[in-house]
């Protein structure tokens, strides 16, 4: 397998961006997604494809710290702009949210820039996606569009890098790791250290209050072990061996949904109460977050067949997660009695059941029958065995099936 690019990769992503930026009317662009999707990388390719002056700052350095200097950087912009003319220019904010009250500021900058009609468009990055949502809806309602990137797709990256199949299972859509994967040591001492540790310090405990922050970090441990399995927030307490209570639980997985590493999927009965109070079933949203903790070579993962099904099934769930944190769908598990239904997506009015077919799954599936019966889905999909590829599955958007 060969890394090597003719051309920079570019998702899809980059268009709509460039697309909005394109345009007469201003909205403050929000690119928004977890670390190490590559939101700098995209928005570096298209400020490049732009045929106006752009101005490119990042607040991730040790001095910056305050309002003054996110009103010294957009005056950049501003200048940049007048000097342009009529066609204006383009300032993009880096790592905008650690910038205390950043938001307020933004606010008043762009504001002002509205009343004097100045042709200055404005993108702003973070890599705290809860913190940058708390700014963006209290102080900056009505004034931005966001540009969500998900993690990567089996199809990003085996257009990007030549990912086989078994290779994307096992280590997943982080671009930044993939020239380590001829290493799985390195690779995996990279995903430790690079990137799960430093989004639970720096994307989660850093910018949001956690009281209990080792329970967090054994939460998220858990989730990885756990992917694809439904468990009640008192059987993870006693797992996890915390005087904790189940709402702390349930707060703290939010907190990790929002930084893109582990979400619990609600169940599906048609009305909201009931999703809401369910068991949730944990859910990686990279398979990567899977392997690197679970002490599996790349062939050691492949020949147990248990592992290996939990795997399948959480590549499956992560392609799904991915698009609903897009807004492209809502994303459920169904389950009465001894019959389940893996995913159940919803987009609209319309419902979609998958089952996926793994080392570890039955012969029969029950569940999707009797789901049927219960909520007239628009289509039923088995994948794997005789049922749809997971190749096929994981390479075509989720927006396909529907």
């Not at 569940?367 to 219960?374: Q, T």
Request: hydrophobic share 40%; glycine share 8%; net charge neutral.
């Amino acid at each position: 397998m060969s890394t090597t690019r003719s051309r920079p990769f570019e998702r899809s992503q980059a268009d709509t961006l460039a697309a909005r930026l394109d345009e007469p009317r201003r909205f403050l662009q929000v690119v928004a997604g977890a670390r190490q999707v590559g939101k700098t990388t995209l928005v570096e390719q298209v400020l490049g494809r732009l045929d106006v002056p752009s101005v490119y700052v990042s607040a991730d350095e040790p001095t910056v710290g305050d309002t003054a200097w996110l009103a010294a950087q957009w005056d950049r912009g501003r200048i940049a702009a007048a000097d342009a003319g009529t066609s204006g220019a383009v300032l993009a904010l880096d790592e905008v949210q650690k910038i205390p009250r950043w938001s307020e500021q933004v606010k008043r900058l762009w504001d002002e820039d509205s009343r004097a009609r100045r042709p200055l468009k404005v993108v702003l990055l973070g890599s705290a996606p809860l913190l940058m949502h708390q700014g963006l809806t209290e102080s900056l309602a009505g004034r931005f569009e966001v540009v969500h990137l998900p993690h990567w797709s089996y199809a990003e990256m085996r257009a990007a890098f030549g990912f086989s199949l078994e290779q994307y299972l096992y280590f997943g859509g982080y671009p930044g790791a993939a020239p380590l994967i001829k290493d799985p040591q390195r690779w995996k001492r990279y995903l430790l250290d690079a990137l799960i540790e430093t989004t639970i310090a720096r994307d989660v405990l850093l910018m949001t209050r956690v009281d209990k922050p080792a329970l967090l970090r054994r939460l998220f441990e858990l989730g990885c072990r756990y992917s694809g399995q439904v468990l009640s927030y008192t059987k993870m307490l006693g797992q996890l061996q915390d005087a904790g209570n189940t709402t702390t639980l349930a707060h703290y997985l939010e907190l990790l949904a929002g930084a893109g590493m582990l979400t619990g999927l609600q169940k599906y009965a048609g009305k909201a109460v009931r999703q809401r109070g369910s068991s949730p079933k944990l859910q990686v949203l990279n398979t990567a977050l899977m392997t690197a903790q679970s002490g599996l070579s790349p062939d050691e993962a492949r020949a147990d067949r248990e592992f290996r099904g939990r795997l399948v099934e959480s590549a499956v769930g992560a392609h799904l997660a991915n698009a609903a944190a897009t807004g492209a769908c809502e994303l459920f598990y169904w389950r009465e009695q001894n019959r389940e239904v893996d995913f159940v997506v919803r987009a609209g009015r319309t419902v979609l059941a998958i089952e996926v077919k793994s080392s570890r799954a039955p012969d029969a599936f029950p569940g999707l029958g009797a789901f049927s019966e219960a909520f007239k889905p628009k289509r039923t999909l088995l994948v794997g065995g005789d049922g749809i590829s997971l190749d096929e599955f994981l390479t075509e958007p989720v927006e396909h099936w529907l």
